[in-house]
């Protein structure tokens, strides 16, 4: 079993900057791939960045390339999102997840277990 608690949402204003933060525990995460994906209401989950165990390679969503960064303390047990030049778009529940095996980055099946999510709101 894998826990996980993402923290560092909040509000803030169009073009700002947040760091989000997943902590795990009861395993060690540093031998598995990891993600963010976001929900806003009323749409499909939808996928924001991964990375793989080792930390290389990242893969990111069209929407939030060149703005966001994934990146992972292994040592620490903890995933990261720095989220820069926010946009009202961005607006979302954000959950980070492990996947344990193989499959697609880019698609939420593929990850076995979730956060609870943290909200991620950016006002105009």
């Known amino acids: 079993q894998v826990q996980l608690v993402e923290s560092g949402g909040g509000l803030v204003q169009d073009g700002g900057s947040l760091r989000l933060s997943c902590a795990a525990s009861?395993?060690?995460?540093?031998?598995?791939?990891m993600g963010w994906f976001r929900q806003a209401p009323g749409k499909e989950r939808q996928f924001v960045t991964a990375?793989?165990?080792?930390?290389?390679?990242?893969y990111y969503g069209d929407s939030v390339k060149g703005r966001f960064t994934i990146s992972r303390d292994n040592a620490k047990n903890t995933l990261y999102l720095q989220m820069n030049s926010l946009k009202p778009g961005d607006t979302a529940v954000y959950y980070c997840?492990?996947?344990?095996?193989?499959?697609?980055?880019?698609?939420?099946?593929?990850?076995?277990?979730w956060g609870q999510g943290t909200q991620v709101t950016v006002f105009s």
């Open positions: 997840a492990v996947k344990l095996y193989g499959g697609n980055y880019y698609y939420h099946n593929a990850y076995q277990y």
């Open positions: 990375i793989s165990w080792s930390g290389s390679p990242t």
């Open positions: 009861g395993r060690a995460i540093s031998n598995y791939d």
